[in-house]
């Protein structure tokens, strides 16, 4: 028996621990992959208040040892079942089953796909969804990426160093990303731009070597030499496991207010799982301390 459980270690559960840890509870992270979530696999922030610049990974890496610090229990394990409304709570993994008082849900979101010719047959041999992980593969090579918010931005500018071309790829004629990232792209002589465009197929033998796109205004399709496609169009949350207990919107988020708290007693919800307008670090560490409050008063109320 824990005080607290926790799913996921990104930025929201690790900051939930945080506050956890301080309030003199015991905490437990469960998560699947690697600690940090998005964060990990961003090249470059500097949105955060008073840090003008850091990589991803040295912020995950900052606010983990934090939480450990503190006393968080960090295991690596994948979540398979959760039943939430019991009392205690349950929550079982490939590695065991725990109890506790009250558990966060912050298991966050993963890369959606595009859905084309090619692109499943050619995941790991070409197609990647995380170019800090696996640009360095292709260093000076040239590459694609699709998108046109911020993740696609920053991608292109963190490949555009190590590619000799980058071929940026959006459907729109606008970016949707921030304007400071926008104007930079722009400037990077090497990031070529196709403006009004969709991923058709991704082509190969043992590998990607081409990508075939299509003009959303004319029609025109055109087979460009890459040998490899990132993509980096937008986000979908994991939340299916929860969904016959908790509600979900539309688009499968938590529904769930600034508050995280969700209709089931003692469950909360924090981070880029849940329904809001602005999912970034910022965000998800608000929520991870409003979680973790919410969850230590609600122990100590017990």
């Not at 046109?148 to 949707?176: K, M, P, Q, Y």
Request: proline content about 3%.
């Amino acid at each position: 028996m824990t005080d607290i459980i926790i799913i996921g270690a990104g930025c929201a559960g690790l900051t939930a621990a945080i506050y956890a840890q301080r309030a003199g509870l015991s905490t437990i992270l469960l998560e699947e992959n690697f600690y940090g979530g998005q964060i990990a696999i961003s090249n470059e922030i500097e949105n955060y208040p008073a840090i003008p610049s850091i990589t991803g990974p040295e912020l995950a890496q900052q606010i983990y040892g934090q939480a450990e610090s503190l006393g968080a229990q960090i295991r690596f394990e994948t979540v398979t079942q959760a039943e939430l409304s019991a009392n205690p709570k349950v929550v079982t993994t490939n590695a065991g089953r725990y109890e506790a008082k009250t558990v966060i849900v912050a298991n966050g979101v993963k890369r959606r796909k595009l859905g084309c010719p090619g692109e499943e047959a050619f995941t790991g041999r070409g197609v990647s969804y995380c170019a800090t992980c696996d640009g360095a593969f292709f260093r000076g090579k040239d590459v694609a990426i699709v998108g046109g918010g911020n993740t696609a931005l920053e991608d292109a500018l963190f490949l555009s160093n190590v590619c000799r071309t980058v071929i940026l790829i959006h459907r729109r004629d606008v970016f949707r990303g921030e304007k400071a990232l926008a104007d930079r792209v722009k400037q990077r002589e090497n990031i070529k731009i196709q403006y009004d465009s969709t991923v058709s197929e991704i082509r190969g033998e043992s590998a990607v070597s081409s990508v075939l796109i299509k003009n959303t205004k004319t029609g025109a399709q055109q087979d460009l030499p890459v040998s490899a496609v990132f993509v980096a169009i937008g986000l979908i949350p994991e939340n299916e496991i929860f969904s016959r207990q908790l509600p979900l919107d539309e688009s499968g988020y938590f529904i769930a207010g600034e508050d995280c708290k969700t209709p089931l007693g003692g469950v909360f919800v924090a981070g880029d799982c849940r329904s809001k307008l602005l999912r970034q670090i910022i965000t998800a560490a608000s929520d991870g301390a409003v979680a973790g409050y919410q969850a230590a008063a609600y122990v100590n109320g017990l």
